[in-house]
């Protein structure tokens, strides 16, 4: 830990901007010379096991050879090319994939480069298609409490007013709808009796299906999303689902709609589609809402188009991850990863101040009553050969799901011992 830091980090560090971060008070960034596998290498030659897969983003492990190579390859042909009047390969290859392996109609991709701009046009989606289809006064959201859907501003309203990072802008934003998620008979009536009094003002409603992740790694039942798919069709409102977390296997089932056997009007992917490798997202809609932009008038056209809209390097990328999942391979490491957190975690439990352990999927979880110190347990975690970046009250792993049972065992073992010493 007592390595000089880089050249390249002094001469940068008054100028870049840290995400989440007050950066007078926090630590200094670890900083990074290189990755692979489930591995990351600092600049003074520490290995680092990642426990968080770069924000759910490398599901894969880095640096994988196969989508490595895809890009390469795409680099020589075309790294870019406008998405306006041009089509290319990568892009449309990709979109027919992702309509093949979502089920239901969820058929057509819109492509951007981050999850937050995959909600906003999901958003906008859902907004329009009341408009073309002449209802008018459909201009707000329902979300729930514990979710989080992103930074941008639209993202922010319809993220958890107190856990969702955005408290300072209350009363700056629109204000939507919250509700708790009809976990049980009463909340369910509660829920059913607000959409029978607001449904003439809602386009739709939004949930991160089976777990919310940034608001807490919050966990709960299929029939929640269940329940959410019949009270969106009595009231006759959208259901979006932002899958941008429980996409591509981390809960189990390549998307977590598919444990509750229901689909939502529009989905939204993003963090693992490229396996880590590059920024893309996708808002994918079903053939109900395509339909009501489908028209002579050009005036129902969505009027979108994010200048790199469906990059062909991160579509060749997505493409290449898409691959890795074909074996099929993927569903037997989640259950293994899923008993090895849980038997490794368990302990946990017994710690001062915990207040549960839980695990779904690639997920592993222990939560505290109170915040928990994120930087300090960073630096402590890192000490000990473990990338772990705690989240409000969570700490958490959500591991590469080809993850090895040594590495994860490292992992588990490390937030034992730096969880015992105090958090
Ligand atoms: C991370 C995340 C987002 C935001 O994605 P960005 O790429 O950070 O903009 C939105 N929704 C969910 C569920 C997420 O986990």
Redesign the pocket.
Known sequence: MSASPPAWLEAGVGHVWRPYCQMKTAPAPLPVARTHGTRIVLEDGRELVDGIASWWTACHGYNHPHIADAVRRQLDLAPHVMFGGLAHEPAYRLAARLAALLPGDLNHAFFAE????A?EIAMKMALQYWINRGVAGRTRFLAFLGG????TLA?MTVCDPEEGMHSLFAGVLPGQIMAALPVDDVSHAALDAQLAAQAGDIAAILV?PLVQ??GGMLFHDPEVLRRLRALADKHDILLIF?E??TGFGRTGTLFAMQAAGIEPDIVTL??ALTGGTLPL?AAIASTRVFEAFWSDDPGAALMHGPTYMGNPLACAAANASLDLFEDGAWIANVARLSAGLAQGLEPCRALPGVVDVRVKGAIGVVEFAQAVDTGGLCARFAEQGAWIRPMGKVVYLTPALTMDDDDLALLTGVMLRVLGAGA
């Open positions: 981050s999850g937050s701009v909600v989080y859907h992103g930074d993202t991160e992740g940034a932002d941008i977390f993003s963090k997202s």
